[in-house]
């Protein structure tokens, strides 16, 4: 069983900063690329940011300079912090992963639970 647990969601103004966490728990062998990925009422799940087990990372063009995501493959966890946040970045954030169980030959790709990011004008 793999989980993946976000938190760090909320409220914020427009200009505020907010910092999305992701945990990746269960039997778990390596972790390839982990990303986060947004869905806005009515509209299409989106790429926000991505980044490889290496630290290669990309990012949507309207999220450039202002979210940064990182990643600590300790402890399973990647982040994203979001600084200068504008009302149009009001979706539910997803976190997902592409794991290898210690029972599995294959990497499979997981996702969160979702986390809400709410930014008022």
């Known amino acids: 069983q793999v989980q993946l647990v976000e938190s760090g969601g909320g409220l914020v103004q427009a200009g505020g900063s907010l910092r999305l966490s992701c945990a990746a728990s269960g039997s778990i062998f390596s972790i390839n690329a982990m990303g986060w990925y947004r869905q806005a009422p009515g509209k299409q799940r989106e790429l926000v940011a991505r980044?490889?087990?290496?630290?290669?990372?990309n990012y949507a063009d309207s999220v450039k300079g202002r979210f940064t995501i990182s990643r600590d493959n300790a402890k399973n966890t990647v982040y994203l912090q979001m600084n200068s946040l504008k009302p149009e970045d009001t979706a539910v954030f997803y976190c997902?992963?592409?794991?290898?169980?210690?029972?599995?030959?294959?990497?499979?790709?997981?996702w969160g639970q979702g986390t809400q990011v709410t930014v008022s004008s």
């Open positions: 997902n992963a592409d794991i290898l169980r210690t029972t599995s030959v294959r990497f499979l790709t997981y």
């Open positions: 980044i490889t087990s290496g630290g290669s990372t």
